[in-house]
């Protein structure tokens, strides 16, 4: 799948899909995510 990075203020934003939050159970008004960069390849993940 192929997204598009959107302008947000002084940074861009990536929107991820309802069913893809669903998927990793994270509730995007609730959950935090970490993010982590390995070889080049960025991981998104539900904060513990």
């Given at each position: ?31 935090e995510v970490e993010l982590e ?12």
């Amino acid at each position: 799948m192929k997204k598009k990075l959107y302008k947000s203020g002084n940074a861009w934003a990536l929107l991820i899909q309802k069913a893809i939050l669903q998927l990793l159970d994270i509730d995007p008004e609730n959950d935090e995510v970490e993010l982590e960069i390995e070889n080049k390849v960025l991981k998104v993940k539900k904060a513990e």
